[in-house]
């Protein structure tokens, strides 16, 4: 009953193990989050962080992403996928997005996958982001998963599509290749998509009942947003992150929960030190608690 990438989860709850029968289809079952991150210690931390004039910067899509896998690590629940009628907890915590190869109407796209290990931080979530995007920029670098579909998409259609359609079946019923979806974003623990880097606004993405990807973030645009404090609105750098969750993986306070702590965690940047898997002190779950 396990899968190459997650095991079942058997003892699950009476009402967990009869959602997915009742409402089978990932897509029916997206739930929608926007918050507000204020960016005055993150923008300081990275100053002091590329202080050293690193060869490839830090940035605030990196700090998010280790925000992100750290949510993730700490947080169980947000590793539960529903595939097939059946609830799996995923063996590793892993990040997928899509790379714009150049800024032009006709740039090439190319997938980045990450598979983050518990003891990582935000230097090695640097580091293996510097190897892979210096890697897909490159603009003949074509990712495993792009070449596949551009293999069948070069057949003849009356060939092609009764495969996929093939393909597709096994993917739904587990029985789909690791070799074909170990590099499909799908498959990832979350996928991100930074709108900011394109100029656009925060907005959300879909689900998709295809792979077993639960949980999707959609990174704003930066700039001056309103912050109140004290009864009193002021204007500070910030950003928002969209959220779109399959809530049959867990219920909204532990969303909300989740969603906290990576505020904190993003808001207090010298937490993005620690490894994924260390877990928070009383006193900063008391302040999570509180907001």
């Excluded at 990932?26 to 960016?39: A, K, P, V, Y």
């Excluded at 293996?128 to 551009?150: A, I």
């Excluded at 900011?196 to 907005?203: A, T």
Aim: hydrophobic fraction near 40%; charged fraction near 25%.
């Amino acid at each position: 009953m396990d899968r190459f990438d997650a095991k079942y989860m058997k003892d699950c709850d009476s009402m967990h193990f009869i959602m997915p029968f009742m409402l089978p289809n990932r897509c029916d079952n997206q739930t929608f989050f926007t918050f507000q991150i204020d960016l005055t210690n993150l923008n300081k931390y990275l100053k002091k962080k590329n202080a050293g004039k690193p060869d490839y910067k830090y940035n605030m899509f990196q700090c998010i992403v280790t925000g992100v896998l750290k949510i993730i690590t700490l947080r169980s629940k947000l590793s539960i996928f529903i595939h097939n009628n059946k609830m799996f907890m995923r063996n590793d915590v892993s990040a997928a997005f899509t790379v714009k190869q150049e800024f032009a109407d006709n740039g090439g796209e190319v997938l980045c996958f990450i598979h983050s290990k518990p003891e990582w931080n935000v230097d090695d979530v640097h580091n293996e982001l510097k190897r892979q995007l210096l890697k897909l920029k490159n603009k003949s670098y074509v990712d495993e998963s792009t070449g596949f579909m551009d293999k069948f998409n070069s057949l003849p259609k009356f060939i092609s599509r009764p495969i996929l359609r093939f393909i597709c079946w096994l993917e739904k019923h587990d029985m789909v290749p690791k070799a074909l979806v170990e590099t499909d974003p799908y498959h990832a623990s979350v996928v991100l998509a930074n709108l900011g880097s394109i100029g656009l606004p925060e907005g959300y993405h879909h689900l998709t009942n295809w792979g077993t990807t639960s949980i999707f973030v959609v990174i704003g645009e930066s700039g001056k947003m309103p912050f109140y404090e004290n009864g009193k609105t002021v204007f500070k750098e910030g950003v928002k992150l969209s959220f779109t969750i399959d809530e049959r993986i867990a219920d909204g306070y532990y969303f909300s929960k989740s969603i906290k702590m990576l505020k904190m965690i993003l808001e207090e940047p010298e937490l993005l030190e620690k490894p994924l898997n260390e877990k928070l002190t009383d006193e900063q779950w008391q302040r999570i608690n509180m907001k």
